[in-house]
């Protein structure tokens, strides 16, 4: 980087914490490095907000919280920063397009998420990782303040299709991206990684050239394409590796810890 990296930006899952949802003891080290060095520290997931309150203590984040990709902005006493939602028409349209692709819905409001059928597929493993249940009901009666809308199927080919069909009816007007390979999420067109660069670059005065990316889906291109310097983890697409800077370890070999080593904390950075 041509600048003295100010702040590193995260994505959670994949990155951050393996796929079983951990948070290694060596990447909270490298978090606390990076704040012994003056280097700020912020996440930005898919998940809702609540849904990373476990990462609070442990990494002692002083920095808002940008949940929904974006979508709702908090600080970390979950005070809100901003909320950027879908339009009921736009939520309408886009939970059509995931139920007529054979894919199941899941609805995210600011205070609640929504699913048709608690045994449905991954329901059980968000609950799990996000550490709170969703309410069952029909998701279509709960339009009016729609953070995200998340189509989920393990059909990967599936949801390829989803995401550019999505892309393709929503235009300029919504963001569509794969954040997993069997999650498709529907935000504000707002509400996308790359908008939280833009964010945090106003609310601390410290620009994109001075911040680090890491993340391994197609959603954390946007933040890439942004910043200084993106680092990818191992487990990553080939599109996505070739969108960032540099290319780490996986999630699972500790990537989120070696690249911060590597190319932030390391001989690279300095």
């Known amino acids: 980087m041509k600048q003295a990296v100010q702040l590193v930006l995260a994505d959670v899952d994949g990155t951050l914490v393996t796929r079983d949802k951990i948070l290694t003891p060596r990447a909270i080290r490298a978090v606390h490095a990076l704040r012994e060095r003056g280097i700020r520290f912020a996440v930005t997931s898919g998940r809702p907000p609540r849904g990373m309150a476990m990462l609070i203590e442990p990494l002692a984040i002083d920095m808002p919280i940008a949940g929904f990709n974006g979508g709702v902005l908090v600080h970390p006493d979950w005070s809100v920063i901003e909320t950027k939602r879908l339009t009921h028409a736009q939520a309408e349209q886009v939970l059509k397009i995931i139920t007529d692709h054979g894919a199941d819905p899941w609805v995210y409001t600011s205070h609640d998420w929504f699913v048709h059928d608690h045994d449905a597929p ?34 990967a080919a599936l949801m390829q299709k989803l995401e550019r069909d999505l892309q393709e009816a929503l235009g300029q007007t919504a963001s569509a991206a794969c954040s997993q390979p069997y999650y498709v999420d529907v935000t504000n067109r707002e509400a996308n990684k790359g908008g939280v660069v833009t964010t945090l670059e106003a609310l601390f005065d410290i620009p994109a050239a001075s911040m680090v990316t890491l993340g391994d889906q197609p959603n954390d291109m946007l933040m890439f394409a942004k910043t200084g310097m993106s680092i990818a983890m191992g487990q990553a697409n080939d599109t996505v590796k070739a969108a960032a800077t540099h290319v780490s370890t ?18 690279v950075a300095t």
């Open 122 to 155: 991954h329901v059980s493993r968000e609950e799990w990782t996000v550490k709170f249940a969703p309410r069952v009901d029909d998701v279509s009666r709960h339009l009016d303040d729609v953070v995200k809308i998340t189509g989920v199927s393990d059909d």
């Open 250 to 267: 996986s999630c699972e070999e500790e990537g989120f810890a070696i690249g911060l080593e590597r190319y932030v904390l390391g001989d």
